[in-house]
């Protein structure tokens, strides 16, 4: 027989009956299933009662308005609704909202972009995912949260800097640091490349000359290995005699 909706995942299910007996007195009865004021049918004397307005459920309680009517036999009766037995999926092209949830496969976490156009920007583990555009020609300080891992923000040189751009970590103290390569193009001389890799003790990437890679169309990808380690991949241009961007505080 056709149908609307979900396909049903089970065709018949038993219906929950609990019986009572009125005393002229009593208004409150335990059911034998917790419910809600909706989730149950409710008879007196064989006429059904209207929800919230002659009774209501909350839990394993029942609580009438006005107490039934006495009665030598079982004067009432609750049949208990059934869940629907379906599923259904998310609409793809609506937003999910939730407070909790466990994912029982691999997740893809996406972010918005977000143009820096401050002179300072500080960020949070929560900002992880975010493409963050460089807009501030003046220049720009962004600090980074502690690592962690897995945690990781992109950086896009969309302007070219007149004035320092640094990312700079968490602490300056040499506590947490830099692992992984820069690489520089000078822009200036095809073919002319050079790659960089961080000190121990430099908690700083400095775009803070055009040798070290201020110009427009370079990216810096930073993802935590652990609690004081954030890996670098760049790729920076730059012009003249390429430096290192990795420097002390």
């Known amino acids: 027989m056709p149908y609307v909706g979900n396909e049903p995942t089970s065709n018949f299910v038993s219906v929950t009956k609990d019986l009572f007996s009125g005393d002229?007195?009593?208004?409150a009865f335990t059911i034998s299933k917790a419910s809600t004021t909706n989730g149950?049918?409710?008879?007196?004397?064989?006429?059904?009662?209207?929800?919230?307005?002659?009774y209501a459920v909350s839990g394993t309680t029942l609580?009438?308005?006005a107490?039934?009517?006495?009665?030598?036999?079982?004067?009432i009766y609750v049949l208990h609704h059934n869940a629907p037995a379906s599923t259904a999926n998310h609409p793809a092209a609506q937003?999910?909202?939730?407070?909790?949830?466990?994912?029982?496969s691999s997740v893809n976490f996406v972010k918005d972009y977000e143009s820096i156009t401050a002179a300072t920007k500080t960020l949070t583990a929560a900002d992880s995912g975010t493409t963050f555009g460089f807009n501030r020609a003046a220049g720009i300080v962004v600090t980074l949260?502690?690592?962690?891992?897995?945690?990781?923000?992109?950086?896009?040189?969309?302007?070219?800097?007149?004035?320092?751009?640094?990312?700079?970590?968490?602490?300056?103290?040499?506590t947490d640091g830099f692992l992984g390569t820069a690489f520089l193009f000078d822009t200036?001389?095809?073919?002319?490349?050079?790659?960089f890799h961080p000190a121990a003790s430099n908690d700083i990437i400095d775009l803070g000359a055009v040798e070290q890679?201020?110009?427009?169309?370079g990216w810096i990808k930073l993802t935590g290995t652990n609690t004081t380690t954030w890996w670098v991949e760049a790729f920076l241009m730059g012009d003249g005699t390429l430096a290192t961007p990795f420097v002390d505080s």
């Open 24 to 27: 002229g007195s009593t208004v």
């Open 40 to 54: 149950v049918a409710v008879f007196v004397e064989n006429v059904r009662q209207e929800p919230t307005i002659a």
């Open 63 to 65: 609580t009438f308005t």
């Open 67 to 75: 107490a039934p009517i006495t009665s030598s036999g079982n004067n």
């Open 95 to 104: 937003a999910l909202t939730a407070t909790s949830g466990t994912f029982t």
């Open 145 to 174: 949260p502690t690592p962690a891992a897995g945690i990781h923000y992109h950086f896009l040189v969309e302007t070219t800097f007149t004035g320092a751009g640094q990312i700079k970590t968490a602490t300056t103290d040499g």
């Open 188 to 195: 200036g001389q095809i073919g002319e490349t050079d790659n």
């Open 213 to 217: 890679g201020w110009l427009t169309g």
